[in-house]
């Protein structure tokens, strides 16, 4: 007899789906963050940052999600010209801030447990950071909140410069 | 117009489509007697009997229904616990607020900043965004809670 064929959601729709759901729709409407455009596998989202002098409003970042709902990777990105930020256009700052936007560390990612990227060769955060891992259960918001978070902290003085 | 609904023991809202002159007890099934219906980080529950437009509630605003008006909240911080009371609509966010501040634990500004608040027994921090009223609670209209740090990313 046939094996019975389980259906595998295509990773773009089920992406598409997550940015159609309530959680990714109540951040974009509290303007958190808004949708820029998908080009699967890569989407580009803009998340808010406090007001800092001479530093813009948001950051764009353009997530390959490849794989998708296993955890995607992020970098800083140049919506005018669709091509890497550069360094010294990132984001700003001191602590928990200066830590995650590293491009003297990488400049294709984010220094972060929720990126792949970055999680890969620091085994220890899979214990020391477990709550800070990404959960295929949970959506791209759980990332977005985590960019969010450092853009609006008291640690995030603008753009490097 | 969308309006987010907030409810207890569940911690991400759902969107719901209302029409702006219903009748709140009309237009939310679950609405009677038993339960309060607020609007995000206010104190005064709204009049059910009244219509969303009149109510003051606008498009994509988010609201709480809940058994209970006011929640009672204990935070703990370095073994120390503190107390106070606040509506089951209030953020997290107006919860570390008063946290932080001289009400309380009286952080500073860059110090406040390296923590958040997570419900007692949990690693991961809370998002600021969810409501009082939809967290786990340890007693009746009570919810524990302890301000940790943020973990820094190193190695």
Redesign the interface.
Known sequence: MEAARVPVIPEGELFRADIAGVEFAAGADRGYWRLVEIAWPFAIIAVTAAPRPGSPDEYLFRFDLTGYPAAPTAQPWDGGVGVPLAPHRWPGGTGRVASAFNPSWRQDAIYLPVDRVALDGHDAWRTEHAAYLWDQARDITQYLRILRDLLTSAGYTGVRG | MRV?LHRPTQL????VEVEVDAVIRDGLNEVDDSVSVLIEDTDEPLDVDATFDAAGVTD?I?IHIAPAVRIGVTVNYNGVPKSDEFSASSRVERVFDWAVSDKAFDLG??D???HALAVCGA???L?P?VHLGSLPQDGPHHVCLNLVP??????
């Open positions: 987010y991400e809202p759902d969107a994509r988010h500004p860059e406040a900043t390296e690693e991961d921090p998002a965004d943020k973990h820094r990313f190193q190695g």
